[in-house]
């Protein structure tokens, strides 16, 4: 197969492990910047150039588009699909997971587990935004943040409305969350990929902290799932439509719950807690499900 994998750093582990993985197996691969691909939109035959030239007929795209480029990356990624390349997670799906109100909307419609969260617009609104979550501790969180940044843990509910006061005075869009205090500084990572868990990873908080992210300092270990842990795992990457899904769970006393599904879940970490070779099965996944037009985007040949 020809694959293309949309990454704008060819050095990042997970691109690399990727580029690898293809190439043991036998294929051809490039890693494209999605920011220098450009495309030519018409009726009759779509295309996208690089660097002054058309680029050939990719098998499948491997999107690893990152937080800050995804109306761009999505456009792009949208470009092959039309052409009738396979992408191993859709342009809508990755769309639809970056929305995090969005998703957690579309998870509750499918009765997946998830802290209660408040979404609100005006000051006012916000004492009883306050109790609708249970009241302090909350967790207030920047919808735009990325690797714990912008997740604030609240104590009372006096340091709560000022923090919510002072984020929607800068026009920030914030959700509050229920404080799940039981999970005790520790996340879950599940690594989804098709319709199975391939590998999961627990993370831990350094002391002090109450982010599990592993930029913020967690550390990963292995941990052994629950049916319960693994069955939502599936069923959330399931209900946004992602092929490969990073979905981070955690462990409440009334069971699991869903905090984020994310697209591009890094490789680093939970190849190296789980000692598994998951670029290797993302290929195998490639070679036993990727047909062209088999997506959702349809284009003028689909
Ligand atoms: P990001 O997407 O920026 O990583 P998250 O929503 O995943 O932000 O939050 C970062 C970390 O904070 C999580 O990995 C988790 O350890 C902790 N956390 C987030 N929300 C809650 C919550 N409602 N209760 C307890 N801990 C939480």
Request: net charge positive; aromatic share 4%; with cysteine.
């Amino acid at each position: 197969m020809r694959i293309a994998i949309l990454s704008r750093n060819s050095n990042l582990y997970s691109t690399r492990r990727l580029v690898e993985a293809a190439r043991e197996r036998g294929h051809e691969v490039d890693v494209l910047n999605p920011l220098s691909c450009y495309m030519n939109i018409n009726a009759r035959e779509n295309s996208i150039h690089r660097h002054g030239k058309e680029l050939p007929y990719y098998d499948c795209v491997i999107p690893r588009i990152g937080a800050s480029v995804t109306f761009y990356g999505t456009a792009v990624l949208r470009q092959f699909e039309m052409m009738g390349t396979y992408p191993l997670n859709e342009s809508v799906a990755i769309s639809r997971s970056r929305d995090k109100l969005r998703s957690l909307q579309l998870l509750s419609r499918k009765g997946i587990g998830l802290p209660t969260t408040g979404f609100a617009d005006q000051p006012q609104d916000i004492p009883d935004l306050i109790d609708m979550v249970g009241g302090a501790p909350l967790v207030i969180k920047l919808l735009e943040g990325t690797q714990g940044i912008g997740v604030v843990l609240a104590e009372t509910a006096q340091a709560a409305e000022s923090v919510i006061e002072a984020f929607m005075g800068m026009k920030s869009n914030i959700m509050v969350q229920e404080y799940i205090r039981e999970a005790g500084g520790a996340d879950i990572r599940c690594f989804v990929l098709g319709d199975k868990v391939v590998a999961s990873m627990k993370r831990q908080a350094k002391e002090g902290e109450f982010r599990s992210n592993l930029h913020r300092g967690g550390s990963a270990s292995l941990i052994k799932l629950t049916p319960a842990e693994r069955q939502t795992a599936i069923k959330a990457a399931k209900t946004m439509g992602l092929n490969v899904a990073g979905v981070d769970i955690l462990r409440s006393n009334h069971g699991p719950l869903v905090m984020e599904v994310n697209s591009s879940p890094g490789l680093e970490g939970i190849e190296t807690a789980s000692d598994k070779d998951i670029a290797g099965q993302i290929i195998t996944f490639l070679e036993k499900n990727a047909k062209a037009h088999k997506t959702r985007t349809k284009g003028s040949r689909g």
